[in-house]
Structure formats: C-alpha cells, structure tokens
C-alpha cells in the first residue's frame, strides 16, 4: 500500500476515533440535511445530470473535520462492490453476468463547501463510500453548504435502482451524507440485502424530463399545470373498463416539463417515472387529527385488473397504521408499480414500487407492508442496517394485524392453491400468522436459525426472510398478547410520538414500553431477542381432582415465558386462562373443570413455540397425548393436532427382481422432526419374494454441532449372477453423523464426520434351496468438508473403510467453477486410494480406475438397474467413484493404490454437451487416459459419455476383449440424488 494512503487511513482513524470518544456517555443528538436537487432525465441514455446544495448542520457536541458520503450508484459500477458480491454469495448471478452497458455508476463530482473547492477521496474499500475533507473544523451548532454537480449511468434492473427499458426507478440516487451520531459515523456501502439509515431534513427536488412521464415521488408536487394533468389522468383511467394487454412504450415527448417537489422531516427522496402510467386519487382522513391525506396509485396495463382497486389499500393502510401507531404527518401518499428486483416491494418516503403481485390479495399485503415502512423506518428511523428486525419485524407485525382486522384468515400460499390441495397439505383456515411462524420454524427445526438482534448481512437469505421478516413479526404478536392490545398501543403510541423523526434503538423502544405499561420485559428484550433460545412448553399430564383439572406443565425450552391454557369441548373453545411465566422447570396449575374434552397450552398460538406437538392433551382415556391419525398421500404440513402417517406408492424395476410394487410410510415433511422414518417394503412379483427400504433418523442439537444423527438405513433387493441364478442381499447400515455448527450461518464452510457399521448378507439362489454365498461387516470413517464461494465450490472427503482382511483409506475433492449465467461449468475431480494393509485375494475389493459397476460395488452404495452387467443397455451404467474412468476397462485396477484426476467442461451452447477428459495412474500400472464428448440430462444425475481418445493400455485391453464401441458408451444414473424426502431436507428458499 503506498504510503501516502496509508497516512490517509491513519489520519482517518484518529479522526473517527477522536469524535466516538468525544461522544460516548453523551446525550443524543442527530444532524440535520437540507437538499435543493435539480436533476435532468436522458431518457435515450438512461442517464441523470444534476447539481445539489446541502446545508449541513452539525448537532454534535463536537467540531468535524470530514463528512463521509454514499455514493450508492456506485454500487453498480462492477463486479467487486459489496453489492455485486453479496448478489454472488445469495446466489443471483444476473448482475456478475451483466454487460458493460447494464452497469451504473455516479460520477462528474466536485465538491465544495461554502463555494470553495475541497478535497475528497474514495474509502479505501468501498467505491461507493467518499470523505470529504473540509477546509476548516465545522464548530458544534453550526452549519455548512456543501455543493457539487454530479452524472448517473442508471444501471439495468438488478435491485432496487435502475431502470427497465423507459421506466425508471430512481432511488438511493444523490450524494448523500452518512449518519454521524453518539456512536460516530456509520459509512455503509450499498447491498441488496440491508438496506439504510440517513439523516433528516428537508428536501426541495426539481426534475426535468419528457412532458408525457407520469412521476411518482417523495414530497408534495408544487406545480398546479401538473396537477391539473394528473386529475384529467385519474378522469381517464376511471373511464377505462377493460385495460388492454399491450403495455409498450410510447415515444417521449420532445417538450420538457420541470417538476419541484418539497417535503421536510424525511431521510430520503426517490422518484419513479413512467409515459404509461394510469393514475389513480384518492383522500382518507385520519382517526384522531381528522386531517385528510391524498392517496396516488400509477400502475401500468401489467395487472391493471388488481391496480384499478388499489385506492382502498392505500386508504385501509394509511389509517389503520395511524390508529395503532400514531397519525400520518404527510399530506400525501403514493403506490407505483415498477421493475424491482429486491422483494415485492420497496419503501421510500411518501411512495412506495411495487413489483408484480399475482393477485388482488397480495397485491394489497404487499401495499400495505410497504406504505406501513412510512412508520417503521420514514418516521422512527431505525437504523436499517444494523437492525433491520426494528423495521422490517415491527411492521411485518403491523401487516399481520391489517390482515387480521380486514382479510381474516388469508394466507399467501393458501390463496394459490385449490382447496382440495389446501386441505391435503393442512393449510386449510391456514392464517397469515400461521405462515410466518412456518417460514420461521423452518430454519429453527434445522437448527439454522439466528438471533433477532443481528445485522443485515449477517444473516443468510433463507433466514432475512424467516428471522428479520416472520419471526419478529410473530414476536411482536406474542409481545402484544401478553400486554393485551390497551397497554400494547398505548406503549408503541408513545414510542412513536417521542421518537417520530429521529433514530431511536431497540433500548429505547425497551425502555417506553416497559415505561407505560409497568411491566418487566426482560424475557422478551433479553435472551429471547438476543439468542436462538427456545420457548417449548409441554403439558405433561392432566388430572381430575376436586371438580378441577390440575394440569402438570413443563418448560423444555430456554425462556421463562407467559402462557394460556385453553380448554376445548368436543368442537367448540370453552375458556382460555392466562398465567405470567412458566420456570424453567415445571408447575403444576389448576383450572376449572367445565366438562373439557382437551386441554391446550398456547390455544391461540401467540408463542413462538419451537414444538407445538406437546401441546395438547385430552381429559380422559387413555394415550391422552396422543393425537387422532391422519393419514395424506406423498407429504403435507405439518399439524400438531395430528398423528401423521404418509403413504407414497413405491414403483421399482431391476433386471433380477423386475417389475416391483410398494408403498412407502414415513413421517417426513417440509419441516424436520427430532425423529424421522421411512419403511417401504416392495413386491417382486418376478421372484415373488420382498424387498424394500428403510431408513430411520434421530437427531440432537447439542451445542457447537449443528445437529447429530443417529440413522439406521436397511435394504433388501436382488441381482443376477452370470452362472444361471440370483443373489438376493440384505444391508444394514447403522451410522452416527456430526455435522458441525459453522462459525457464523453465512459461512461457506461446512464440515462432519460419519461414524458407521455396515452389513452386508449375500444369498445365492439357483436351482436348489437359497444359502449364504457372503456376509461381509465394514467399519466407516469419513471426513468431510465444502466450502461453496461465489460462483464456485469445493466439496472434499477423506474416508477409512475397515474390514476383517483388509483396510483402505480414500481422498476425493472435486472442484466445480460455473463460469457463465448460465449455469455451465468446468469441474476437476482428484480420487487417491490406499490399502492400509491388504490379505484379500478377491478382486472385488481392488480399487477401479473406471469406478465400481455393478456387482463390483461390493458395498452396495450405488442403484444399479442390472447389477451383474448382463444387459444390453443397462450395463453401460457406471459409478463415478474411484478413478472414475468413462471408458470401461480392467485396467488400472490396483489392491495397492491408485490416483486419478477428471475433468470436465460443459460447452456455453443451449444443447447440454460438453468434453472430458480422464488421467491416471496406478501401482503396477502404466499412465493411462481416456477422453471424449459428454451429454448432460441432468448434471450429477444422468450424463452419458462418448468416449473418443484412449491410451495405448486401455486399446489393448479393448483389441483383447473385442470390445465393440457401443459398449464403450457409458452413462451415469445417480438414482439416489433424486429422491424427494432428501431433498426436502436440502431446501432453501
């Protein structure tokens, strides 16, 4: 680094440093930021030009030297920003992919503070971060203009900024200080996942552009000509009964327009402009202030059926948001519907984008949800980035209650299905609360779950949603339960009107709330919030005693929390009591007893139960505990009202057993249980014998693993044999797997180790009676470890197999780098194996340069539709393990060692073909390849290999063997890879 910027970076650090000392232990403050912007639209570009004047005014209770600034355009400029790598990591590759010209940048700045010229400079790290260093100290309390001209390249639509074709979303666009307050300055570069914290103001915008763009923006429009315009289009839009399909661009008008909009007591301005908007207006009026705001809707023909009948949402929001919180300040707001990339939607002061919804009813959720931000982040401005549950929870908390007061019992993923298909997967008089709590519950069965408090980027994206989003939504609703709504509202309404307009923190809001309700709220704002601890309330059992029911509750979680009884008739809700903490132990209760059917803890599903199975119990009988059987094809939700039993029909096919037939019983779901089981038995009606699978799991999650398995896997099927007869074998195979807990949930490290015994049984059958042929027990030992980055990943085992004559250890790393949008990919495989020691004579057990096939693969590890390697087509099927050769040969093979390496690319074309090429070397053997064309059904699933070049021991072996090319062709069927209840447990969302 050279040594001017490190002078630089030191010069900053004692300034920062200087400044957070100054002000710890000391009262809070916020600046102030007043813009005057005028800015001009390229629409044949796509381009801004523009110059702003920000009087900054500094609060603080000490002098600043330097102002940090975003320069968030600048987050689009290329691929090694924070944003475009966080894109990378979440796994959208549309932006790394992007062309030059889909790019966005902010550039053409000079500053100047009270017009001279200053230095500035770039953060070190972040392009999209400056710090302008004044000339002079600016004193406490006093004030500064900081000007500057400046150009945006708006970039194509990949978040939240940019454009798609003329419609433009113009937002996060302008020079714009950081926040600086009792914890110092708080520079962020631009992400996708983690949005903002600005300093408020006012703000006085005047934007040129194309007289026929409708705009949509932050503020009050200042111009009556433009008004007028935007009435005669609500006229016009009125009169439109059946909107027209077609949604194409008009030509822009070659005669400008100039629009000023001003608005105060805001952190932000956006706009959105497009020549095919419909308008609509509305009024509502507020519940307590009676004043009236100005509702705006423009939206194109694109779901123009739902957009006609948004006016009512935006009203419903606006005044529900105010009875709850506190009253609207502003005298307008607006919906626009828009290209948008991050979400359903997305906030900005006064207007809101929203992206295309699906229907009418999630239309308005997402409208609501992003008017509702108006509160939760315009007005008490939380900062986003480092708490963005503050915002985006509480509000979701809001969106829950809109829905509750207004649609009932709607839920997004119920509103899609049949109800045929909605009773099936048990979300019929599914709520939305009830799919936050599963969006939640999912992550945390899997024990991928993260504690409320943490920052933006610090959670993974399945958990953004589920933790940021769902779970403190229904942490809110827990928290109002408990207050009940009285005290709920009059806390938060006090909340809001002592911190509207300024940065308050989860202490604050802690501290009011416990304030105006007189109650302790530690369980909630303490380990609950800041930890992944669990709240699992058990009923234990129940008792009749003295026309009572006294009822044993346990505590199986970590939190101490309120709880409700609720008793039931046979249909019907009787009574529900409420209680004020449950120990961490247990307690025994008593309820009247008003000839209660059931008894169940958390009736109303206020808690964020972690197992609600244990909830339940009947007042008499016996097996009180146990739930009525319900019984669903394939899979479903899970309901813990229900003893759950699947059944899924089971068809198989193998050349020695033939057609099979079968049924499957299991319990597994979207969301994992502590134990889960599959019993498949099958019929061969060839053999007129059985077979089937079985595959039992128990999992703990003790600390520092993620979780650990017990599992239990057991099959049963038949191969042929080439001396006219079948072998028939049983496998057993009992493991433990560790999987280890990563240091933080984004980590791209993931390691375990697998502990097992398996055993095998082998029996002959031919024209006499059935006896062993082989029985064969392996220990197991494996390592192993991924590592995924970018556009890439590493996925690495170290396995020891121990037998009673031999033992063998195997190393096998493959590396894959996807090196388009697409999806295609080079991939090397490197396989080394070993004998430890070796007294075995049979070949079985050698290591293969072209993998186990068939009968070879003497664990049993692979699906093989013909075993024994007797038929015409299904012999080709080959194992990409050990060498891993495509073409087939006896070469290579080794009871010593053998070392191998693969590679392959797959062709950038449409038609999935690619080449490879295979190198390898074993004890005894000489070097040795193989290369050819591949095509690819599905990659790591179905491949076939034509083989094209080989080396000279390998044509040898083919000219010995007249080996015909058509049994060179060979193709892999990872069976096994394809099974649904695996990769159940494999999603992500």
Not at 693 to 714: C, E, K, Q
Not at 823 to 845: D, H, K, M, Q
């Amino acid at each position: 680094m050279p040594s001017y910027l490190c002078l630089r970076l030191l010069a900053v650090f004692f300034f920062t440093s200087q400044i957070v000392s100054a002000q710890i232990g000391k009262p809070y403050f916020q600046q102030r930021t007043d813009y005057i912007i005028e800015v001009t639209l390229d629409d044949k570009n796509h381009e801004l030009s523009a110059y702003e004047e920000i009087t900054y005014t500094n609060n603080s209770r000490v002098p600043l030297d330097s102002i940090y600034f975003h320069l968030w355009p600048n987050a689009y400029k290329n691929n090694e920003t924070d944003f475009a790598r966080q894109l990378l990591e979440n796994g959208n590759t549309s932006f790394y992919y992007s062309l030059e010209e889909e790019k966005g940048y902010i550039d053409s700045l000079d500053f100047r503070v009270n017009k001279k010229k200053v230095n500035w400079h770039f953060d070190p790290n972040h392009i999209d971060i400056c710090i302008v260093k004044l000339n002079e100290p600016l004193p406490p309390g006093n004030s500064i203009k900081i000007t500057t001209p400046f150009h945006v390249k708006l970039p194509g639509d990949f978040s939240r900024m940019g454009h798609d074709g003329e419609s433009y979303q113009v937002t996060q666009w302008y020079p714009k200080p950081a926040v600086f307050d009792k914890d110092g300055w708080h520079p962020m570069p631009y992400l996708d996942q983690g949005e903002f914290y600005s300093e408020y103001g006012s703000f006085q915008v005047t934007i040129n552009l194309p007289k026929n763009y409708v705009v949509g923006a932050t503020g009050d429009l200042q111009n009556q000509e433009e008004i007028n315009w935007l009435n005669q289009k609500v006229k016009d839009t009125e009169r439109i009964s059946v909107f027209p399909e077609r949604d194409s661009f008009p030509e822009s008008s070659s005669e400008f327009k100039s629009l000023t909009y001003i608005q105060s007591r805001v952190h932000d301005f956006a706009w959105f402009a497009d020549k095919r908007y419909h308008v609509l207006k509305g009024r509502v009026e507020l519940p307590d202030s009676k004043d009236s705001v100005d509702t705006w809707v423009m939206f194109t023909n694109t779901e123009a059926e739902y957009w006609k009948d948004a006016i009512p949402y935006m009203n419903r929001a606006i005044y529900s948001y105010s009875l709850w919180n506190g009253n609207y300040p502003y005298k307008q707001a607006t919906a626009v519907y828009g290209a948008l990339s991050a979400g359903g939607g997305m906030e900005y002061p006064n207007v809101t984008v929203i992206g295309q919804s699906g229907s009418p009813e999630a239309l308005e959720l997402v409208i609501v949800h992003e008017v509702g931000h108006n509160w939760f982040q315009g007005i008490l401005g939380f900062n986003e980035r480092d708490h963005p549950a503050m915002d985006e929870g509480i509000n979701s908390f809001n969106e829950l209650r809109y829905v509750e007061t207004y649609m009932k019992d709607y839920s997004i993923v119920s509103s899609y299905l049949s109800p045929l298909i909605s009773r099936w997967m048990n979300l019929e008089g599914y709520t939305h609360k009830d799919e936050n709590y599963l969006f939640n519950l999912y992550s945390a069965r899997k024990n991928r779950d993260q504690p409320l408090n943490l920052k933006s980027d610090e959670y993974t994206s399945t958990n953004y949603g589920g933790i940021v989003y769902a779970k403190k939504a229904i942490s809110v609703q827990m928290l109002r339960a408990y207050l009940g709504d009285s005290l709920f509202d009059k806390g938060m309404q006090k909340f809001y009107e002592k911190w509207k307009f300024k940065h308050p923190s989860i202490t604050d809001w802690q501290q009011i709330m416990q304030e105006e309700t007189e109650k302790n709220l530690d369980w909630f704002f303490g380990g609950y919030y800041k930890t992944t601890d669990r709240i699992d309330l058990k009923i234990k059992k129940v008792k009749k005693k003295n026309g009572q029911l006294e009822l044993t509750v346990k505590n199986k979680g970590d939190v101490s929390v309120p709880f409700s009884v609720t008793t039931y008739s046979k249909k019907e809700k009787l009574k529900t009591y409420n209680y004020e903490f449950l120990p961490l132990d247990k307690e025994v209760i008593s309820i009247k007893n008003e000839n209660a059917k059931r008894v169940v803890l958390d009736g109303e599903k206020n808690l964020v139960e972690h197992n609600r199975k244990n909830n339940t119990i009947r007042t008499h009988g016996i097996l009180k505990k146990m739930e009525p059987l319900q019984v669903r094809l394939f899979t479903s939700n899970e309901n813990p009202q229900k003893t759950q039993l699947y059944l899924t029909p089971l068809i198989g096919w193998n050349t020695a057993d033939e057609f099979m037939l079968g049924i499957g019983l299991h319990n597994k779901s979207f969301i994992e249980k502590p134990f889960e089981w599959f019993v498949g038995p099958m019929y061969s009606f060839h053999r007129e014998d059985f077979t089937g699978i079985t595959d039992l799991s128990y999992h703990v999650y003790p600390n520092h693993f993620r979780r650990i398995t017990f599992n239990v896997n057991a099959m049963r099927f038949s191969y042929n044999i080439p001396i006219n007869g079948i072998m028939t074998y049983n496998r057993l195979y009992p493991k433990v797997i560790f999987e280890f807990k990563p240091s933080h949930e984004r980590s791209k490290w993931r390691h375990g180790v697998n502990v097992g015994a398996l055993y095998i049984e082998e029996l002959y059958k031919g024209s006499g009676t059935p006896f062993i042929s082989a029985y064969n027990t392996y220990g197991e030992l494996g390592y192993n470890f991924t590592v995924t980055g970018y556009r890439q990943e590493l996925r690495t085992k170290v396995k020891f197999t121990l037998h009673e004559d031999f033992d063998l250890a195997e190393f096998t790393s493959r590396y894959r780098l996807f090196y388009n949008e697409r999806g295609n990919a080079f991939t090397a495989r490197v396989f080394v194996g070993s004998f430890l020691y070796n007294e075995t004579n049979s070949p079985i057990f050698n290591f293969r340069m072209d993998g186990q096939t068939g009968y070879l693969d003497y664990k049993k590890n692979q699906v093989f539709l013909d075993r024994a390697g007797t038929h015409d087509v299904w012999k080709n099927q080959m194992n990409e393990n050990h060498g891993a050769f495509k073409s087939p040969t006896s070469v290579g093979q080794s009871s010593n060692w053998i070392a191998a390496l693969n590679l392959k690319f797959e062709a950038p074309l449409v038609i999935p073909i690619g080449i490879y090429a295979d190198l390898g070397v074993a004890d005894k053997t000489d070097f040795m390849y193989n290369a050819g064309f591949s095509f690819r059904v599905l990659r790591d699933i179905c491949e076939i290999y034509f083989p094209v070049l080989w080396s000279d021991n390998i044509k040898k072996s083919y000219d010995a063997n007249a080996t015909e090319y058509g049994e060179r062709i060979r193709f892999t069927l990872n069976l096994p890879a394809v099974d649904p209840y695996k990769n159940i447990s494999r999603l992500t969302f």
